[in-house]
DNA sequence: ACTTGAGCTTCCAGCGGCTGGAACCCCTAT
DNA sequence: ATAGGGGTTCCAGCCGCTGGAAGCTCAAGT
């Protein structure tokens, strides 16, 4: 199967897979003509990628998780490690993003938003610990 | 007064201070003996900049934040503009956040996570449509 | 048989937002 | 005089792609 394919049915645009493949992430088979062939089973390998890195996990972790997933005598421990670190990074990140939220929000909601120039959200951005 | 002492006072690094002066976001002048030399209006500019970044503004926003910070003639409503549309942003990042930590949290929650290679972590990011 | 167009190949460059490092200059204290 | 801790410039690299150019190959239509 060629590249396109392997695309549609991973998720992946082939500018991608072809970056992966340059890291060293996953590599595929070639034909006669020179194009990358791929398997079903590459296919999977892509799609284990595609959803690992929309969960969030980064390709240095993908590769991780990649081999974890590729060897089927790990112990499930391993992979949960690496998840759970994740998980707390994610807990991390929408936190601080709750954070940012409340104090944007309330920058404006207190802003008129009309014509006139005083505009507590740039007073708060100036000085964010009094009081807009 | 020297770039060390404006990145103290601003919570920026030298490098990124001299980073913003490089993409014309902020200029300084410069003293006798070539140093850049920052006034204490520059260092205002400088934490104004420093928060809107820390509240996930682009640098181009705040480059839009800067020149409204700057024109104390502008509307307000620009300003509230800029900002609901960050906020929005804001929002949907939480949202998408919120959706992958469940989905992860999901799978974590179902890993024995011990010895044995099961392991519904690896099965999930195999195919996240099947029931784990 | 020839052309067209889609899809494949490689390589190089650039995005955002810094950050590290090299090589050099300047200022102050000892 | 010298040592150090500033400052200056410029170039390169981080991550994870993405766009574009130049050139191949293949299948379909005329």
Redesign the interface.
């Known amino acids: 199967m060629n590249i396109g394919t392997a695309a549609r049915q991973s998720g992946l645009p082939p500018k991608t897979i072809r970056y992966y493949e340059d890291i060293g992430l996953l590599t595929a088979d070639r034909a006669a003509n020179g194009y990358r062939d791929y398997s079903n089973e590459d296919v ?1 390998r892509l ?2 990628v595609q ?2 890195r ?3 996990f980064s390709v240095e972790e993908c590769r991780q ?1 990649l081999s ?2 590729t060897d ?6 391993d ?3 690496i ?2 670190e ?2 707390g990074e ?2 991390r ?2 936190a601080e ?2 954070g ?2 409340a ?3 309330h ?2 909601e207190n ?12 007073d708060g ?4 610990t009094s009081d807009h």
């Open positions: 999977h799609r284990f959803r690992s929309s969960l969030g998780l974890l997933y089927r005598d790990r112990a499930s421990a992979v949960k490690a998840a759970t994740k998980l994610i807990d990140k929408i993003l709750t940012l939220r104090m944007l929000g920058l404006v802003c008129y938003g009309d014509a006139r120039p005083e505009c507590p959200i740039i951005l100036s000085d964010l």
